[in-house]
């Protein structure tokens, strides 16, 4: 099953079973079925609960928070994540707001697809992780896996808070797995897993990442005897610092991967949280790779150098394993 | 004409919600609030003939101006003091204060201050119904979003207005066209004839009354909401009128021309005349009303003073609802 094939299955069943859920955004209905076809069939199979909206990203969010406060679950499916911007206003002020001001609940769950792809540009390639985990009240959550596609978006519709669940554009069609949801377990929303043991050190990704991490860490072990460890955070907000601190007591160092901009969010929360909480399991300075401090670049030769890949994670860590 | 019954009941929640804002404005300067207090002096006859018209199931989203809509609606007088006096026992426990109060689970929502924010939230619960067969043809559950000239020019709004029509929903917007956002001319904040031409735009009935006149906005609004619940799509109203005081306590509005002042009158004073002059009041009976009126206020504001503030050490710090988030899972 394919990453893509996977949300579209989790949605077809949370239309099937629980009749408050309905999708709402561009683009999602009739034989279209979406910009990346995660919806495709679902607004025949379910009359009237896969709505097409106007581009109108705030309203959208806010026609959503108004239908969760009412009973609903409803899913809102941004075409890109960079156009939540649009909506940002709704996302944090409003949706992350409300529990604390009024004590009731806004399970809403906003599907983004993020990350880059060669020619997508400035605009169609963001990851809005830093921006939407800073405001108190949101949920952010990245699967890497065809399993977490499934398990994490029922999850994220389980959940009682405000989602922002962030689907990687690359992975929807590139990431094929076996995988029986009838059979397969999966961790809670909010869990933090190991993808590869290892005793040398710890490569801590989400999203894409995960799979430059994975690589990565195969190299180390097969051409240069490192044994790495790949933490995938799934959720980046909140962070499930006991695992990645377990992890780091088991390895004493740590390499923080993601495709977002280098300035503050996940990848800077987990280098503070080390330096705070797992100083004493340190035997060296923790390093981040993050994307370039630039707008994302359209041309292929730039896009590829833009972030962190395999190879720029291989070379942290030879370093790294030389401290 | 509205029946008598209805221009009394009007008439009660206009005199109830100037003497609230009057006594909460008395609280500010008596330092007894944190923040600024925002009054609807001015806007009552609009605001009130708007909350009068709902019903249990509707869906009122008030904006700053909006004391006698939500007393319209049903608010008490006793949730107006605890919020703006902080009080722990407030609908907004003292996270949140003065207008930004409410109870989503009464159709009352709580505003966020983002202009135009709260038409789409509006909006989605009337789709909600929608979805869930809750609607009865003919005779919908309605949705009223306040919002005004300053309001009508932000993205949120636009966007929200335009969905509303796609969906052809039982949405009302009641646009305050107050002459001033915050200190703003409307020449400086739209350039159309007039607002309620922008319904031709949306492709939603427009509706234009004078604010001023308490009947026209009891004609006016009652006509939008009574098409609004007959299935005829939103509705968009759009009252002329002036904001009779600062955008809030701070401000003491010295920025409004003589001669615009002169081309408003007071809503509730000329209601009253009205009303004693048509014989359907008498003085003595205004006088009740008015006394029945700051006894309830200072009733509210006596039991809200009495109350315990929040306190930091016993704060619930939580912005989310699932505190441990690494066991949820779906079923």
Known sequence: MKYLEAIRLALAELLADDQRVFIYGQDIAGPFGGAFKATKGLSERFPGRVLNSPISEDAMTGLAIGAAMDGMRPIVEYQFADFASVAF?????????????TGRPCPIVARLPVGGTPGGGPF??????????????????????????????????????????????????????????????????????????????????????????????????????????????????????????????????????????????????????????????LDAPPVRLAARDTPIPFHPELFAEHHPDDQAIVQAALELAKY | MSDNAERIRLFKVMVLARTCDDRMAKLKAQNEVAGSVFVGRGQEALSGAAGIQLRPGDVFAPLIRDQAGRFGYGETPLDVARTVLGRRTGPMRGRDGNVHRGDWG??????????????????????????????????????????????????????????AAVERLPF??????????????????????????????????????????????????????????????????????????????????SYVPEDVKSRFGDCLQMFERSLIQQGVLDAAAVAAIRDEARRQIEA?????????????????WSARCERDLVHVRSA
């Open chain 2, 106 to 163: 009464a159709g009352l929502l709580p505003m966020i201050s983002h202009l135009g924010a709260m038409a789409a939230p509006v909006i989605g619960v009337l789709l909600s119904r929608r979805l869930t067969g809750k609607q009865k043809p003919g005779d919908l559950s309605v949705g009223i979003a306040s919002i005004g000239d300053g309001g009508m020019n932000t993205g949120a709004l636009h966007e929200a207005m335009n969905i």
């Open chain 1, 89 to 101: 206003n709704q996302l944090v002020n409003h949706a992350g707001s409300i529990f604390y001001r």
């Open chain 2, 172 to 253: 009302i917007l009641l646009v305050a066209d107050n002459q001033f956002a915050y200190s703003t001319t409307s020449d400086r904040t739209y350039a159309c004839k007039h607002l309620v031409d922008r319904a031709i735009g949306y492709g939603v009935a427009g509706h234009r009354c004078d604010g001023t006149d308490a009947d026209a906005c009891l004609a006016t609004v009652g006509a939008a909401v009574a098409a609004a619940r007959a299935g005829k799509g939103p509705q968009l109203v759009v009252a002329d009128l002036l904001r009779l005081a600062g955008h809030g306590t701070h401000d003491d509005a």
């Open chain 2, 300 to 316: 509210a504001v006596e039991q809200a003073r009495a109350e315990p503030q929040p306190e930091a050490a016993t704060e619930d």
């Open chain 1, 124 to 281: 169609h390639c963001q990851m809005p992780e830093t921006w939407l985990s800073n405001h108190p009240g949101l949920v952010v959550v990245a699967p890497a896996t065809v399993a977490d596609a499934y398990f994490m978006l029922k999850d994220a519709v389980a959940c009682r808070d405000p989602v922002a669940f962030l689907e990687h554009k690359y992975l929807y069609y590139h990431l094929e797995a076996e995988f029986d949801p009838r059979v397969a377990e999966h961790p809670g929303l909010g869990r933090a897993v190991v993808r590869r043991q290892g005793d040398d050190l710890t490569i801590v990704a989400y999203s894409g990442m995960v799979h430059h991490a994975t690589a990565a860490a195969a190299v180390l072990e097969s051409d240069h005897n490192i044994s790495a460890e790949v933490v995938d955070l799934r959720c980046v907000r909140p962070l499930d610092e006991e695992t990645i601190l377990a992890s780091l007591a088991r390895t004493g160092r740590i390499i923080i991967a993601s495709e977002g901009f280098p300035f503050g969010g996940p990848t800077a929360e987990v280098a503070a949280l080390v330096a705070e909480k797992g100083f004493a399991y």
